[in-house]
T-cell receptor, first 117, second 115 residues
């Protein structure tokens, strides 16, 4: 597809379970981001990939959260031992980096809504 | 950490009216962006601003990057029902001389347009 694709669109899990959320960015976009949006709030930055490496993971709330992008395209956000406070919409975004300059103009997916019971 | 204060929190207007919303920060940003989000969707970029004092238009939308680099506003002229949604301001700062997509978002302005 032409846009950022995220799966699953909805995920309901029980406290303590492991969850994986997948993001397929726009083809050709080298930068990929994960954000988290709680109800009634703006998105909050989690992690940024440039290519395969995590250039900035300062937004990950704790070591239960981890993300990978092994081939520089698809990314997976992994959450271990989920807690009720992890419930939110997890948004993935990608951006083009023309001539090495990242303009900060992000294209967001529709998000994965995670509910931890 | 950096915080953006966006106001108003919500607006209820009649179709055809003009709308103004703004965003202020306690710290400087090098890039200001305005996004719109509709239910069940991700935010969509409306306008991006890169220079202090810059005034940019996109159709009925006009946004300005404040001269102090600590604020921005968005105006929507002649509102229509499809303008309904949540509008977010976002700012980013340079890292290593290059601005990148680590954005700080405001809390959003919920816009309702009555036909």
């Amino acid at each position: 597809g032409a846009g950022v694709s995220q799966t699953p669109s909805n995920k309901v899990t029980e406290k303590g379970k492991y969850v994986e959320l997948r993001c397929d960015p726009i083809s050709g976009h080298t930068a990929l981001y994960w954000y988290r949006q709680s109800l009634g709030q703006g998105p909050e930055f989690l992690i940024y990939f440039q290519g395969t490496g995590a250039a900035d993971d300062s937004g990950l709330p704790n070591d239960r959260f981890f993300a990978v992008r092994p081939e520089g395209s698809v990314s997976t956000l992994k959450i271990q031992r989920t807690e009720r406070g992890d419930s939110a919409v997890y948004l993935c975004a990608s951006s083009l980096v023309p001539r090495g300059v990242n303009t900060g103009e992000l294209f967001f997916g529709e998000g994965s809504r995670l509910t931890v019971l | 950490g950096q915080q953006l204060n966006q106001s108003p929190q919500s607006m209820f207007i009649q179709e055809g009216e003009d709308v103004s919303m703004n965003c202020t920060s306690s710290s400087i940003f090098n890039t200001w962006l305005w996004y719109k989000q509709e239910p069940g969707e991700g935010p969509v970029l409306l306008i991006a601003l890169y220079k202090a004092g810059e005034l940019t238009s996109n159709g009925r939308l006009t946004a300005q990057f404040g001269i102090t680099r600590k604020d921005s506003f968005l105006n929507i002229s002649a509102s229509i029902p499809s303008d309904v949604g949540i509008y977010f301001c976002a700012g980013s700062t340079n890292a290593g001389g290059t601005s990148y997509g680590k954005l700080t978002f405001g809390q959003g302005t919920i816009l309702t347009v009555h036909p």
